[in-house]
C-alpha cells in the first residue's frame, strides 16, 4: 500500500517567532511543505496559489485586520482549516463550522488536527 502524501499547509500569522513555531511543528509532523504568510495580501496570494491540504490561521492579523477573507478564500476552495486566537468567540461567529482554538496550539493538538484534516 502507497504511503499517503505528506500535507501541505498554509500557517497565516503576523507574529514571527509563532509562526516559525507552528511552521517547525509541522515540519516535524511530517508535512511536505509550509507556506508562511504573515499578512492578509500575502494569505490570500498563497491562499489562490498553493496547493494546499490544511490551513492555520491566526483570528487576528493586526489591529485593524482579520483573516476573514482568507478563511472564505479557503472555503470556497474546499481547504479544510482552523482558527488559531486568543478571541475565540469572535472567530466562532465568522465560521461556525471551523474550528477554534485558543493560543498557544500545543504540537500535539497540531498533530491531531492535521490527521482530522487529511484524513477527510
Known amino acids: 500500500m502507497p504511503a499517503e502524501p505528506a500535507p501541505?499547509?498554509?500557517?497565516?500569522e503576523d507574529e514571527p517567532l509563532v509562526a516559525m513555531d507552528m511552521e517547525g511543528m509541522l515540519f516535524s509532523l511530517g508535512c511536505a511543505t509550509v507556506s508562511v504568510a504573515y499578512t492578509l495580501e500575502e494569505g490570500l496570494k498563497l491562499a489562490d496559489e498553493q496547493a494546499l491540504d490544511f490551513a492555520?490561521?491566526?483570528?487576528?492579523?493586526?489591529?485593524?485586520t482579520d483573516s476573514i477573507p482568507i478563511g472564505?478564500?479557503?472555503i470556497e476552495r474546499?481547504?479544510?482549516?482552523?482558527?488559531?486566537?486568543?478571541?475565540a468567540r469572535q472567530a466562532a461567529a465568522?465560521?461556525?463550522a471551523?474550528?477554534?482554538?485558543?493560543?498557544?496550539?500545543?504540537e500535539k493538538m497540531l498533530g491531531e488536527l492535521l490527521d482530522q484534516a487529511t484524513a477527510a
Not at 501541505?8 to 497565516?12: E, K, Q, Y
Not at 471551523?98 to 500545543?106: D, N, W
Open 78 to 87: 474546499g481547504v479544510p482549516f482552523v482558527i488559531v486566537t486568543g478571541n
Open 56 to 64: 492555520i490561521l491566526d483570528f487576528n492579523l493586526s489591529r485593524q
Open 98 to 106: 471551523a474550528s477554534v482554538i485558543s493560543k498557544p496550539l500545543s
Open 8 to 12: 501541505a499547509v498554509l500557517v497565516v
Open 72 to 74: 472564505q478564500r479557503l
Open 94 to 96: 465568522a465560521f461556525p
